[in-house]
């Protein structure tokens, strides 16, 4: 048994914890944020997602945001200002968005994400939470859209991955409960989905039965790789710290000289409690960009990348851009019923290469990262817990992971 330190507890932090009580080990989480109100873990899409097996950083993505930079209620922006690590962050991405690149990602992000896939369903039996089987829908209202899709879902053949392109009379029999405006889509039917409080719920659960403790604090500098002291004095020490919380991160690396390119990227959701009609089917919206996921008797809309530091500000605008493209969609909803709603917001940490940062640290061996999953954290978060488990305990790692190491930009 060895004692453990994890710094974050969002869904790879839970997830990290929750695979080493599971093996035994002494496991204390420091968060501070008791609720997660400002976590990405609480506030997100809930999708598990093998359909996502190309990289953030791929062709085309910068020659569209450069034309969405233009519209206040796209789902892309990047605020400009005089900040060498934005500067050296865009440089890296711009590097990244080519056809090599996806090539060289895509059987890793595949990997990951079935065998993450596998242990949701485990979760899910073990834990008692629901974990919804059923696929994702990827809509497309434009011809060009559908045909970009097309080509993802062939892409998804080659990779062994099940994708059905569909005009819109199999959208409507794939999902019954709601009406959709589109000119045709994909389904992801390996795709997944669930209502992250239920899975953040389960997780702390079962670490706590199992031994683990939950520490609400804040982190103010490490103890090189011998723990952490808390913004009250307090040294907490372990044989192993990890450093899993999200885009905060990079405040902790930098102490150790480490340079972390890593940026937030801003999302917002909404969520109706009560919709007139719920689909049974989770959904991404193509020309919207916007997440739609049924929670039970609740449906949650969410959108937009805003590349803008630590700044979580609401912009009206591309929350108007969010709600309109989901009613475009779905013409039984109209904007009225978003107005009472208030916001959520948070910061996804993007790495450059759109790949998570997932390793030991050289000349801190006691010292692991992960972190880094943009969009991709909850679906994710059980491989990331299963592969950090391997690290602390000097297993042979299941999947090769070589190209996630923490210092690949340094």
């Known amino acids: ?10 869904v790879i932090g839970l997830s990290i914890g929750y695979a080493l009580t599971k093996r035994g080990h002494a496991v204390r989480i420091i968060e501070q944020d008791p609720e997660l109100k ?3 873990s609480s506030g997100n899409a809930g999708m598990v997602v093998p359909s996502h097996f190309i990289p953030l950083a791929a062709p085309g993505v910068i020659s569209q945001g450069l034309k969405w930079m233009l519209n206040p209620k796209s789902p892309f922006f990047l605020r400009p200002r005089l900040d060498p690590a934005l500067a050296r962050w865009i440089w890296l991405f711009m590097r990244h968005s080519n056809q090599q690149h996806v090539s060289n990602s895509e059987t890793l992000l595949r990997d990951l994400s079935l065998a993450s896939r596998q242990l949701h369903v485990e979760l899910s039996e073990q834990e008692d939470f629901p974990l919804v089987q059923k696929g994702l829908l990827m809509l497309c209202q434009s011809q060009e859209g ?9 892409a998804a053949h080659r ?3 099940e994708a059905e392109v569909c005009d819109s009379a199999r959208l409507q029999e794939l999902e019954p409960n709601a009406d ?3 000119q045709g889509g994909v ?5 997944c989905h669930l209502d992250p409080h239920d899975f953040l719920e389960a997780l702390r659960s079962r670490i706590k039965k199992n031994g683990g403790e939950i520490i609400h604090t804040q982190v103010k500098s490490l103890i090189d790789d011998k723990g952490v002291v808390t913004n009250t004095g307090e040294k907490i020490t ?6 899993a919380g999200g885009i905060d991160t990079l405040n902790l690396t930098k102490q150790l000289g480490l340079k972390l390119p890593m940026q937030g990227g801003k999302g917002y959701s909404l969520t109706l409690p009560s919709p007139p009609r719920n689909p049974h089917l989770c959904s991404l919206l193509k020309e919207g960009r916007v997440a739609v996921t049924p929670m039970g008797e609740q ?8 590349i803008c530091g630590s700044n979580t500000s609401v912009s009206k605008a591309r929350l108007s851009g969010i709600i309109e493209s989901f009613c475009a969609f779905y013409p039984e909803f109209n904007p009225s019923q978003f107005s009472e709603l208030e916001p959520w917001v948070g910061l996804r940490p993007c790495s450059p290469d759109g790949l998570p940062y997932l390793g030991r640290i050289p000349f801190h061996k006691n010292l692991i990262v992960a972190t880094g999953h943009s969009m991709m954290g909850l679906s994710l978060a059980p491989i990331t817990g299963k592969l950090v488990a391997q690290l602390v305990d000097s297993e042979t790692s299941s999947l090769d992971i070589s190209s996630l190491n923490p210092t690949r930009f340094n």
């Open 1 to 10: 048994m060895k004692e453990i330190l994890i710094v974050g507890g969002g």
């Open 38 to 40: 400002d976590s990405c």
């Open 146 to 154: 559908l045909d970009e899709e097309a080509e993802v879902a062939e």
């Open 159 to 161: 990779l062994g991955l």
């Open 180 to 182: 959709i405006k589109a």
């Open 187 to 191: 389904w992801f039917p390996q795709d």
């Open 238 to 243: 372990a044989e192993t710290t990890i450093l």
């Open 299 to 306: 449906l949650r809309v969410a959108g937009t990348m805003e």
